[in-house]
């Protein structure tokens, strides 16, 4: 049996033996920083000059404290680095909340101005599969939502039409886009005179049908509503032409039309009354 004064007379061989070993297994392992200091420690140490001078322990006892302010430091880093995660987190979630709160704003300023008895509601779901072609509202049937109710978004000087109610529940309704294939509205082109059809395509530009052969539209021009059949309310701004083409016919122009950027990103709209028009048209 091993005495302990065995033990004692060789306690700096089995020392070194040990702090040897994890030198070694720490020098074979993957390099990154945390192996890195130890292995230049581990030579430190464990060098020739320091062993055999007999200064191994007196070495080993003053890179005590070095270690420790080590792991101090990667400490004080680590919760550095988690705080200023938590804080761009709040940076983050201060911004959206901005967002939000202008857009609030803008939609109840539109509501006051315009469109009294709207509804304002929110954007509880958009299908992948139906991207283009509904989204689903918050209001429903108790809130006062009616079929084919007009919906609109954006600020009171720039409202964009989304399109109309098609589906009601109690409390959630669902939205016809423009830019579904079943979608068909009268529009005019601002300072043309022309009125003409506008259609969807399950694709986010829309198409304008019928428009006279002799018509002067060309890029750029607004396209409004034209408040036509009772469903939406005149001059709503919808997008604009991107494109005009001669019919096979040779009778018609058509126009493709890229609605407007409020179009594309909306969260929160209103949903108008029947009965509700805009009170001028856009210049």
């Known amino acids: 049996m091993i005495s302990l004064e065995f033990l004692s007379r060789r306690r700096a061989g089995f020392i070194l ?6 030198s070694f297994t720490a020098m074979s392992s993957k390099v990154d920083s945390y192996i890195l200091g130890i292995k230049a420690i581990s030579w430190y140490v464990i060098s020739p000059e320091v062993v055999y001078s007999g200064r191994f322990f007196n070495h080993l006892e003053s890179l005590k404290g070095q270690i420790f302010r080590l792991f101090s430091v990667d400490g004080e880093n680590f919760i550095l680095k988690r705080e200023n995660t938590r804080l761009s987190q709040i940076e983050m979630e201060r911004n959206t909340l901005a967002d939000e709160n202008i857009r609030l704003r803008g939609l109840l300023d539109l509501k006051q101005k315009d469109f009294s008895k709207g509804i304002a509601a929110e954007v509880i779901a958009r299908d992948m599969r139906d991207w283009f ?4 509202l918050d209001k429903g049937e108790k809130q006062g939502v009616v079929m084919s109710a007009a919906v609109l978004t954006g600020m009171p000087e720039n409202p964009v039409l989304v399109g109309r109610i098609k589906e009601i529940s109690a409390n959630e309704s669902k939205v016809l886009l423009l830019t579904d294939a079943l979608s068909a509205v009268s529009v005019s082109i601002v300072g043309r005179g022309d009125f003409a059809l506008l259609q969807g395509h399950n694709r986010p530009g829309l198409v304008l049908h019928f428009l ?7 890029e750029g021009d607004l396209i409004v509503t034209a408040g036509l059949g009772g469903v939406f309310p005149p001059n709503i701004p919808i997008g604009t032409v991107s494109g005009v083409f001669i019919s096979k016919d040779g009778y018609f122009k058509t126009a493709e039309v890229k609605p407007l950027p409020q179009f594309s990103s909306f969260r929160e709209v209103l949903i108008l009354e029947r009965k509700e028009v805009a009170p001028e048209s856009p210049s």
């Open 17 to 22: 033996l040990a702090f040897s070993i994890l």
């Open 133 to 136: 072609q509904t989204v689903v």
């Open 212 to 218: 006279p052969s002799e018509s002067q539209v060309t």
